[in-house]
Nanobody, 114 residues
Framework: QVQLVESGGGLVQAGGSLRLSCAAS????????MGWYRQAPGKQREFVAR???????NYVDSVKGRFTISRDNVKKSVFLQMNSLKPEDTGVYYC????????WGQGTQVTVSS
């Protein structure tokens, strides 16, 4: 079992920045990738970014050049630096960890005002 706790969400004006953090606990040695998803009101949850233990990253096209994912392999934490935020980035951001199973955090709200 893996437990994930997100932090760092909040309210920011368009063009601003936020940094999300996710701390993993439990069977963290089996985690091979961690990432972020988001869900806007009335929409399905969508992939945002992922990083593997080897440091390979991928992003959804809409955040490329604005968001940066990073991780602490020892502490099994993952971070999402979000710059140049847009109102369409608003949503609940969920941390995800992959071990062969998929684990989710409770989510943290990000609201970008225009």
């Amino acid at each position: 079992q893996v437990q994930l706790v997100e932090s760092g969400g909040g309210l920011v004006q368009a063009g601003g920045s936020l940094r999300l953090s996710c701390a993993a606990s439990g069977s963290i040695s089996s985690i091979y990738a961690m990432g972020w998803y988001r869900q806007a009101p009335g929409k399905q949850r969508e992939f945002v970014a992922r990083i593997t233990t080897a440091g390979l990253t991928n992003y959804v096209d809409s955040v490329k050049g604005r968001f940066t994912i990073s991780r602490d392999n020892v502490k099994k934490s993952v971070f999402l630096q979000m710059n140049s935020l847009k109102p369409e980035d608003t949503g609940v951001y969920y941390c995800n960890a992959l071990t062969g199973f998929s684990y989710w955090g409770q989510g943290t709200q990000v609201t970008v005002s225009s």
